[in-house]
């Protein structure tokens, strides 16, 4: 590539945004996983990786983790770069976690529609109408709902933290209503839900995956909480995508159809190759794909750009990093002993 070419290149790396990438030279097939694992040895990198990203991901990962997992990933690296393959909130809570790294996101575009519907200014007006209530909020939001949180929690540690919550106060829930009526459900707690919810757990069909249950009656229904109540109460196990994979694996049942984002399949059927595995039916019929598009924006092309050139870099306010550390501080306290 040109001198001229490569300053064009990165001119169109902006800190936040697309990663314009027409013009640039990017190996291909083994070539470029070979050119990632290089430039994580050259700039001392660790790639982590959320099991929804794309397969290839997941295989270059240094890490593949849920949200609480991959935060305590990120906050115990010793590497000089973290290059997070997940969404934008996930790499953020990485950053506030370990300033003093660089976090790269290969595309600063992978949102997530929980942390869209959820503002820290909302948050304030829900404390303002409800002063002695605690705020949970869960991970998937930005920093600046986190700092106005008391806690926060992953879909792996929420009921431990709810439970250890006191119980003379009101909890508000934000902001995923359906992990918040599974958590209500499950800890006696009255919690005040934030209306929000995560796009591709609420598109499964409770009608359709019934009809998938009486076809395959030797097989268990698994859930991701962020479902609806409806497909929730239908399932044999809800949990986390990490205890999910656990349960696939640990489990005696052969054929499992699998209510949470089809990434996870990738390393299912690596933890558990001789069983079945069959995606959850979502309400459109012409698609059988439960797939997260944000978190779909990232690729190994994508990635190897950020560890080369260092962007997109997440980068945040010092005052705003230490008001969103404390929630986080408080769900990593609240939550030890959960794996
Ligand atoms: P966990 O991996 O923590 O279960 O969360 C799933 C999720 O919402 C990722 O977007
Ligand atoms: Fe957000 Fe849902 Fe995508 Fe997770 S799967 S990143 S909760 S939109």
Redesign the pocket.
Known sequence: MSTETLDKAKSNLPVRGFLKIDDLIIPQGEDLVKAILDLKKEKNAVILA???QPPAIQDVADFL????QLARQAKDTEADMIAFC??HF?AEAAKILNPTKKVVLPDTQAG?S?ADGCSGEGLRSMRAQYPNAIIATY??CNAETKAESDVIV???NAETIIKSLPTDRPIIFAPDKNLGRYLAKKTGRDMILWDGS?IVHEAFSMERIAKQLAENPDAKLIA?P?SETPVLDLASFVG????LLNYVEKDDCQKFIVA??EGILHEMRKRAPHKELVPALVFDESCNCSE?FY?KRNTMEKLYLCMKYELPEILINEELRLRALKPIEAMLDLSKTVK
């Not at 983790?65 to 609480?68: H, V």
């Not at 986390?240 to 205890?243: C, F, V």
């Open positions: 959320h099991y929804y983790g849920d949200s609480l997940g969404v996930m997530c929980l991970i998937n992953t879909s792996s995560c991701h962020e986390s995508t990490s205890a949470t984002e997260c978190m």
